[in-house]
């Protein structure tokens, strides 16, 4: 399948796996990419830059396919070293960016200048219409049903699609809710030129985190999931579990009060207690309503080759019969 998307990366399947913290690690990058996609590492992830580096290393050793670098730019405490986890990607011949969080302008002439492709992921229109003036190479476009931080306007993809298919040239890849052939057929009919996953690629063999997260994931349905942070507008949609009713006890409690030191214990520093060591009541993790939709652990080139074929018979059977009548 050819879009601009797969054309843009390098790639064969129109698939991207977004940027994880504690999961986009070398190995689940490298086993995307080798299966046709497009693999990301966390930058953040790794705490300096020459860690970075050497994550890079490792995934370049795993897959001479092309594979991308996240950067987030979150509200945080101290400013992590972005210009160091630039040169970090531009040194090790990484040719795609995946930027969230925040406007990545004042980085894009450095990552140009060095053939880097950059896909800004954006909750809006406005922001991935922003981000297209800006120069950003492609969008992903990431709906109200996302795991992670899915903004403040709570539009869904059926909505959010569309509209910025319409509004947009650069081309897009749908985030958000996605997890199978159908999801990328949809997201096709809807604008979008791929798609984008995050939850659906944890519940995978080859992804590095405990086996627990992968279980909880194919135990919730999409009724499980979670919003927090609101009154702090830092929305991010997690999976229920006993910190997460705390949580959201004080959040009732404290009401606009609420100040994030208030929750510190919920959040801060939660991720490698959950992911690395299974402690799933540790705090508040990212995980999507699409956790609904799966319900099994394959390989990632099963996953991906199971998504095209089941996307390319919609096409050509099922839409095609619609067409002909
Ligand atoms: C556990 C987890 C951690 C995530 N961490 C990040 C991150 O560090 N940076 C980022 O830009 N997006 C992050 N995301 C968002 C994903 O890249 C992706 O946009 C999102 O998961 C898509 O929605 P889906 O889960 O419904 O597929 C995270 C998502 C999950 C589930």
């Not at 004042?106 to 053939?115: C, D, F, I």
């Not at 509004?167 to 958000?176: R, T």
């Not at 994931?217 to 702090?232: C, F, N, Y």
Request: aromatic content about 4%; charged content about 20%; some cysteine.
């Amino acid at each position: 399948m050819k879009t601009r998307i797969t054309e843009l990366f390098g790639i064969q399947h129109p698939i991207i796996q977004g940027g994880m913290h504690y999961v986009g690690f070398a190995e689940l990058a490298a086993a995307v990419s080798n299966a046709g996609g497009l693999g990301i590492i966390t930058g953040l992830t790794q705490k300096t830059p020459t860690l970075l580096a050497e994550e890079i290393a490792k995934c370049r050793a795993l897959t001479d396919k092309p594979f991308g670098v996240n950067l987030t730019f979150l509200p945080t405490v101290s400013s992590p070293d972005y210009p160091g986890y630039i040169r970090a990607i531009i040194d090790g011949g990484v040719k795609v960016v995946e930027t969230a969080g925040n406007n990545p302008q004042k980085w894009l002439p450095m990552l140009h200048e060095a053939s880097v492709k950059v896909i800004h992921k954006c909750t809006s229109v406005r922001h991935s219409v922003k981000a297209q003036a800006i120069g950003c190479d492609a969008v992903s476009v990431d709906g109200f049903e996302c795991g992670g931080h899915p903004g403040e306007d709570d539009i869904p993809n059926f909505i959010l699609l569309p509209r910025a298919a319409d509004e947009l040239k650069i081309p897009f890849a749908a985030s958000g809710g996605m997890a199978d052939g159908r999801s990328l057929v949809a997201a096709l009919a809807l604008g979008a030129e791929g798609m984008n996953m995050g939850t659906r690629f944890i519940a995978t063999k080859e992804a590095p985190v405990h086996q627990n997260v992968k279980d909880a994931i194919v135990a919730a349905s999409e009724l499980d999931t979670r919003l927090v942070m609101r009154p702090l507008r830092n929305t991010e949609r997690v999976l229920r579990n006993a910190a997460v009713d705390r949580l959201l006890e004080k959040e009732k409690a404290l009401g606009a009060k609420l100040k994030f030191e208030d929750i510190i214990d919920e959040v801060a520093g939660v991720y490698p207690k959950i992911m690395l060591e299974g402690a799933m009541d540790a705090g508040a993790w990212s995980c999507g309503m699409v956790a609904g939709l799966i319900h099994d652990i394959p390989t990632v080139q099963e996953l991906i080759d199971r998504i095209m074929a089941e996307a390319e018979a919609l096409i050509g059977q099922r839409l095609a019969r619609f067409a002909a009548a």
